[in-house]
């Protein structure tokens, strides 16, 4: 059974930072890409960033571009995610996501079909 956990979420404020983590158990995701999303409340689930699995290729949603860094290990099966100079709309529930199919780091929900159960990232003002 494929298994995502994250951790490292909590509550900081405006201009903290925090740094999250996702490791995969069940499979190798080595040769494959991994990614994070997000959902804040009455809100549809959002790309924040995806890493390929040799890290060549890595996207960056616009919204938080140059305050998160997507990184990963693939000798521990996990992804990071560096959160800087967290405002308040990125309060979210973050979400880990990997494929089994892809290896190009996709933006898209359907291109992932292995995800953790969310991590909730609270910031405030």
């Known amino acids: 059974q494929v298994t995502l956990v994250e951790s490292g979420g909590g509550s900081v404020q405006t201009g903290g930072s925090l740094r999250l983590s996702c490791a995969a158990s069940?499979?190798?995701?080595?040769?494959?890409?991994m990614a994070w999303f997000r959902q804040a409340p009455g809100r549809e689930r959002e790309f924040v960033a995806a890493?390929?699995?040799?890290?060549?290729?890595?996207n960056v949603a616009h919204s938080v571009k140059g305050r998160f860094t997507i990184s990963r290990d693939n000798a521990r099966n996990t992804v990071y995610l560096q959160m800087n100079s967290l405002k308040p709309e990125d309060t979210a529930v973050y979400y880990c996501?990997?494929?089994?199919?892809?290896?190009?780091?996709?933006?898209?929900?359907?291109?992932?079909?292995?995800w953790g159960q969310g991590t909730q990232v609270t910031v405030s003002s």
């Open positions: 996501a990997a494929s089994s199919l892809y290896v190009i780091p996709g933006t898209r929900v359907g291109q992932y079909n292995y």
């Open positions: 069940g499979r190798t995701f080595n040769s494959n890409a």
């Open positions: 890493h390929s699995p040799s890290g060549v290729i890595t």
